[in-house]
């Protein structure tokens, strides 16, 4: 499950709009706010680009896009 009152105050903190962000991350501007309104899941490409795009480190991408994970907590 995706936190995504969490990204939404990344992206605020980041200083880019969204529509910054959707472009630098190549996806397409109603596609990030589809996802941010809970339409559809992220996939695994736009989560790699947002995350870098946002400059997140691996616990701060997990912490976002894996929220509620069981399997990926029992890993750690």
């Known amino acids: 499950m995706v ?3 969490l990204l939404r105050g990344v992206i ?3 200083g880019m709009t969204m529509v910054a962000v959707a472009k630098k991350s190549n996806i ?3 596609t990030l ?3 941010l ?3 559809g899941e992220f996939t695994a490409t736009e989560i790699v ?3 870098h795009t946002l400059h997140l480190n ?3 991408r997990d912490k976002i896009f894996f929220a509620g994970d069981s399997e990926l907590k029992s890993l750690k």
């Open 37 to 39: 309104n809970g339409i």
């Open 28 to 30: 397409l501007r109603e």
């Open 49 to 51: 680009s947002l995350a």
């Open 3 to 5: 936190d995504l009152a």
């Open 58 to 60: 691996r616990e701060e």
């Open 12 to 14: 605020d903190e980041s």
């Open 33 to 35: 706010y589809n996802r």
